[in-house]
């Protein structure tokens, strides 16, 4: 038996009140803040804001972080004031603290327009935002290798241990080929019938052992013929020579269609130097220097690490005080001369190379993958114990869900622009054959250039040696 509940709540006014609820909770409800003013410290920060100095203290700012306070002003219904970071803190501490001092120690000075990582040393200093404005990871900006000489580019077919045992090979061969030679020769001497005057045949057994280094240059001769694929005629009739040159023959086969099936795309295909992909390869590279920014995040770790990569990034960068810098104009101008690596958020580094392929018409830099790091997710900073940090963090929640900070920071940043050096498959299709040039074949005129030395040197040594023997022979006249 059922009993019907004469005080049930029908389920239209549930819905109706649990409506009425969503709509006047607090938690969706924003606050207004009446037009007031709020003042807000501004510094360069590319690629999302642009700061320049002007005379008489003026300046002129733009960007996302320009956009972002445009947005929640008229969210929350206040005003701003934008005022400049101070330039004798920003040499004192650098561009970062200079702005953490003015906000903790000016009273009118509210927020920063900028967003940043945080660390627990900012956290005790001031407060956050527990919505982020902006998440990126951490990549390395670096010049772009530059191609290898070409003055021994003749040689990159083969390994140098397989040049090693050619090498070795060639000397057994000519060793081989001249004491056969030589044997031969003695015997067939020794064997002919004395001449009745045995003071001349004494004569043609010594001078057959004099010229033991004519045999050794003409094996060496006849062995670099058949290496270089010009040929040569057979040295001497012995079967125990032929034997030898014919191993030699096939095995120099092997090698020269072998060598020359490479050595024409080792001419035409430029070769590229290693490129630096990550902070290993920064740490082992000699050509590329590091610069870091003592005031953001990841400059901090590497100069306070004690061990491990970021350790031995330390120890390169300390050396050289001029390349730990705290402004970021003195970054780009550093960064400019193609002689440093950068580690910063992708943002950044994206930017500055689209920036440079703008300024230059080619890639000059490249950005790397992602680094294995921690990505950084980026909140505003207010005063310590400043109740705006709660409030604003419901605005800046909005404005994420809105999609405006990824179509503003994109735009910003510019990769359209420079599409050429963010896609592999295009920079894999520049590397393809093109025609001989003249640098290509540096290592043939330096060879020809060597050996015609060599020959004038012996020329003179000759010729000298010539001299001095018509001379004696005049004297025993």
């Known amino acids: ?251 120099a086969m092997v090698l020269v269609n072998s060598y020359a099936g490479i050595v024409i795309s080792s001419l035409t295909v430029p070769k590229m130097k290693p490129p630096i992909e990550t902070l290993e390869d920064l740490a082992s590279s000699e050509d590329v220097g590091l610069i870091i920014r003592h005031d953001v995040l990841m400059g901090e770790q590497i100069l306070k690490a004690t061990s491990g990569i970021y350790k031995i990034l330390g120890d390169k960068v300390r050396p050289h005080p001029n390349q730990i810098l705290g402004d970021p104009f003195k970054v780009n101008a550093m960064l400019e001369t193609g002689k440093y690596a950068y580690p910063f958020v992708r943002a950044f580094n994206d930017w500055f190379v689209a920036l440079q392929y703008k300024k230059d018409g080619h890639c000059r830099f490249h950005s790397t993958k992602p680094l294995s790091v921690p990505h950084g997710y980026y909140s505003w900073l207010v005063k310590k114990g400043n109740p705006n940090a709660r409030i604003l963090s419901k605005g800046l929640m909005n404005l994420w869900e809105t999609g405006l900070v990824f179509f503003w920071g994109n735009r910003a940043i510019g990769v359209a622009r420079a599409a050429e050096c963010f896609d ?21 005129f330096v060879i020809l250039g060597i050996g015609l030395g060599l020959a004038l040197l012996c020329f003179s040594l000759e010729h000298i040696k010539s001299i001095k023997k018509f001379d004696l022979l005049n004297c025993k006249q």
């Not at 592999?424 to 003249?438: V, Y």
């Open 424 to 444: 592999g498959k295009r920079q894999k299709s520049q590397a393809q054959q093109i025609s001989i040039r003249l640098a290509d074949l540096t290592s043939a």
């Open 1 to 251: 038996m059922q009993v019907k509940n004469a005080n049930r709540v029908p389920p239209i006014f549930v819905i109706i009140f649990t409506l009425f609820v969503s709509f006047t909770t607090p938690v969706t409800s924003r606050t207004d803040f009446g037009g007031v003013n709020l003042n807000f410290v501004v510094f360069h920060n590319p690629p999302f804001d642009f700061f320049k100095r002007g005379p008489n203290g003026t300046f002129t700012f733009d960007g996302v972080g320009l956009d972002v306070l445009g947005w929640m002003s008229t969210y929350f219904n206040f005003k701003f004031t934008l005022v400049a970071v101070n330039q004798t803190l920003v040499e004192k501490y650098g561009t970062h603290e200079a702005s953490f001092y003015q906000l903790i120690n000016d009273k009118e000075i509210d927020g920063i327009s900028c967003a940043f990582f945080l660390t627990l040393d900012r956290i005790k200093r001031m407060d956050y935002t527990s919505s982020f404005v902006w998440v990126d990871g951490f990549s390395l900006v670096v010049p772009r290798p530059g191609e290898e000489s070409r003055l021994f580019a003749f040689t990159r077919p083969f390994q140098p241990t397989v040049w090693l045992w050619i090498f070795i090979a060639m000397i057994f061969m000519v060793s081989g080929m001249t004491l056969l030679t030589w044997h031969h020769n003695r015997c067939a001497l020794v064997n002919d019938k004395p001449d009745v005057n045995s003071e001349q045949h004494h004569k043609r057994i010594i001078t057959n052992g004099q010229i033991m280094f004519n045999y050794f240059s003409s094996s060496m001769i006849y062995v670099v013929n058949t290496m270089t694929n010009q040929g040569c005629k057979e040295a001497f009739s012995r079967h125990s020579f032929r034997i030898l040159v014919g191993c030699w023959l096939l095995g």
